[in-house]
């Protein structure tokens, strides 16, 4: 039986501009209200530290919506906190700190294959209160063998500069990748698919109003 889905104005908790190509891509209604904080990592394994930085973020902006910062709408709002880390051999990646710690990335990821996971967390808030929920989502991504030429080449392009595990896939990073086996938007940094799947079982709706 068709269930009618309650609209919700979605929040970004994020300033990465893939997510936001993303959300648009499929017709979100959203906007754009960054954490500022810095997170920090307490959990070991990856796709618990990617769902615990995804929820630091999204509770900085929460508290910040509650605060009065953006007035909430009719509808309610949700908030959408999202982190992305590679990991290779057990060892988590994330942006590189320098020129060097990029090079040192993709040395260790070329020929290889790793794993990528996003972290997800969604704050439903429909102005009586909160509802949380997160999920995480892992692909996994073989790297072709490159030279350390090339290597250098790609890093002084400045691509990999913001990016987990130092190369991004939606760019010039693409030449490196040899197969993936998941979800590509995962990838890029957040796993679309699946969130518009999990907000259907919280019965949310957050594509743009016509």
């Not at 990465?16 to 307490?42: K, M, N, W, Y």
């Not at 990821?109 to 989502?137: E, W």
């Not at 979800?183 to 999990?198: F, H, K, M, T």
């Amino acid at each position: 039986m068709y269930r009618k889905l309650i609209h919700r104005k979605l929040i970004l908790a994020s300033a990465s501009p893939r997510r936001r190509e993303l959300l648009a891509q499929v017709g979100a209604d959203f906007i754009v209200l960054p954490a500022a904080g810095e997170e920090r990592i307490t959990k070991e394994q990856p796709q618990e530290a990617v769902m615990e930085l995804a929820l630091q973020k999204a509770m900085e902006v929460a508290e910040r919506i509650a605060k009065g910062e953006i007035p909430q709408t009719g509808d309610g709002m949700l908030v959408l906190g999202a982190d992305t880390v590679v990991v290779c051999d057990g060892r988590i990646l994330g942006k590189p700190r320098d020129e060097g710690d990029a090079v040192e990335m993709l040395t260790r990821l070329q020929g290889r294959t790793h794993q990528v996971f996003t972290g997800v967390a969604l704050i439903d808030m429909p102005g009586d209160g909160q509802r949380v929920s997160r999920f995480y989502q892992e692909t996994q991504v073989e790297m072709f063998p490159v030279s350390e030429a090339e290597i250098l080449d790609y890093v002084k392009s400045g691509e990999p500069m913001d990016k987990a595990g130092a190369y991004g896939i939606q760019g010039r990073g693409v030449l490196l990748v040899r197969e993936i086996r998941g979800d590509y938007s995962n990838v890029v940094g957040l796993p679309v698919a699946e969130l518009y799947q999990r907000l259907g079982q919280l019965g949310i709706e957050i594509s743009a109003k016509e």
